[in-house]
Each structure stands twice: as C-alpha cells, then as structure tokens.
C-alpha cells in the first residue's frame, strides 16, 4: 500500500548537496537539539502515513498551514532522515528526506524509487515546526541551488534573465549517491561451514564527514550470531563484522542473508551467508562437533 504525503511535490524540492544550500550538512547540533528535530520530523511523517491530517498539522508552522492543506500530495511506503543542515544558530533547519515510492516507467510499468527531498523547519518556542518557504518572483525560492526564480514563461531560473547551469550546480557538491559512497564493505558473501566451528568476517570502512552508526541484520539462522566492533564509526575508521556458527550436528545449514545499514545516510548493503556441505566423513559420524 502506498501512504500519502501532503506537500511534497510543491513545497520540497529535490536533496542536492551544494555549496550554497547545504554548507553545514556536516556540522553537528547539540544533541538535545538535534534529537528534539529528529522526533518532529518522526512525528510529522509518521502522521501522513497514518492519514492524520489534523496530527499532521500541529506540526506546521501556522503561516504554512493553507499551503500544507492545499499543497500537492505523493504516495510512498516508508521515509528515512538522509542528513540535517543547521544554521548557525539551531534555530532553523533543512532536513533531507528519502522516500521510497512507486514510480510508472513507460513500457517498464511500476517501479520502487528511492526519492531524497528537502523539507525547512523552524524553532519556535522550543517546537520544531514545518515550515514551506512562500514563493516571491522578485526574491526567488530558497533551493539546493540557492534563490530560485522564474522567467515570464514560468521556467525556473537561477536569477533574472539567467538560466542557471544544473549540472554545474549539482556538482559543486557531493551528491545523495557521493556521500553513500564514502561508506563501502570489503566483501558482499561470507562462507561459514556446517560441520565444525567457523567464522568470517566484512569490514566496513568509511570516508563520511562525520560518525555513522552502523545496525546488522541477519535471518534468523540455526547456530549463527554476529557481532559489530564498532557500531558507530569515525572518518577514516573501520569497522568488523563477525559471523559465527558453532553447529551441534553435521548437517548442511540453509543459506541467509544480512543487511548492513548506514542510518545517517540511509544506505542498505546486503551480505550472503553461504553455509559451505560438509564433507562426506562429517555426514556419516553425527553428533556434537
């Protein structure tokens, strides 16, 4: 089932990291300040998906309510906070957003897409608030890009009479995909055995901007159990994940798979688990190992 949204299509714009929008993506609140943002934007979100319009609407800023009301509206399955961009003094924010919707490709038919949109909040009186940006033709719209405006024909440009040069812009910073690569695994399949003790290993290594927290998820596997060294990792770190079985019999165990997310910028890197048979010997003399 896909979950509305209200005001996502008109009032956020696509997350692009740029020099001019998204100067302090890597620097970090107070976290009493940065866990009160998060919570609203849970909230806020959380609300949509349930269809709770008046929930949904305490959470945004009073002078954005009709435009929240009004606003277009997009179906998606779930959402992920990517990164946050303070100001200096906390009290406003750009959260980017990843949504992961259903989108129709002529002659391919539906498709899951993941789509990273910016939404600006507001502090006030110790809440966080949604808050969408009025449009001026004269001052132009806030973007990644910096002020947007728009010619006499509607089409956005970067000032008056000048079409800005997107892809210069887009790569005057790093990109959504730019930052997830800076998080990598050295291997994508371990292989434990079935028959006797064994373990393997996969290392995370970073070159994020910042501390990532890493989370491991494993099926539900006969004598498996996995542990992480560092669940939260540092620039230029790395990180061990361990796979371990200790069997009770010689039986060839079923395959699996694992899951190592990078919350801060929502990337998933699937690990196999490959249980190797156990030789023929092994098979023929049952019991403990």
Request: hydrophobic fraction near 40%; include cysteine.
């Amino acid at each position: 089932m896909r979950i509305v949204a209200a005001g996502l299509l008109s009032l956020m714009v696509p997350a692009v990291v740029s020099a001019q929008g998204f100067g302090g993506i890597f620097e970090k609140a107070p976290p009493n300040i940065d866990a009160a943002l998060r919570a609203r934007i849970q909230q806020f979100f959380v609300a949509q998906k349930a269809t709770n319009w008046a929930q949904a609407l305490q959470i945004v800023h009073p002078e954005s309510q009709n435009a929240f009301i009004g606003a277009d509206k997009m179906r998606y399955n779930s959402f992920k906070i990517i990164a946050i961009n303070w100001d200096e003094n906390y009290t406003t924010a750009k959260a980017v957003i990843e949504f992961e919707t259903e989108f129709h490709f002529p002659g391919f038919g539906k498709r899951d897409v993941h789509i990273p949109l910016t939404s600006v909040w507001k502090l006030v009186d110790g809440n966080w608030y949604w808050y969408a940006v009025p449009f001026n033709p004269q001052q132009g719209k806030d973007s990644p890009f910096g002020p947007m405006f728009r010619d006499p024909a509607g089409k956005p440009v970067a000032g008056p009479g000048e079409a800005p040069d997107i892809n210069k812009l887009i790569a005057s910073g790093p990109s959504i995909a730019d930052l997830r690569s800076r998080v990598t695994v050295d291997k994508s399949e371990v292989i434990l055995q079935s028959h006797i003790a064994s373990e393997d290993t996969v290392k995370v290594m970073s070159k994020f901007e910042g501390a990532v927290h890493l989370r491991v998820d494993a099926d539900d596997l006969p004598c498996l159990s996995t542990s992480i060294d560092k669940p939260v990792l540092q620039t230029g770190e790395t990180a061990t994940i361990k796979f371990a079985c200790k069997p009770d019999n010689p039986v060839k165990k079923p395959d699996g798979r694992a899951t190592v997310t990078v919350e801060e910028i929502a990337k998933v890197m699937p690990v196999k688990i490959t249980f190797a048979y156990p030789p023929a010997d092994a098979v023929n003399k049952p019991g403990k190992q």
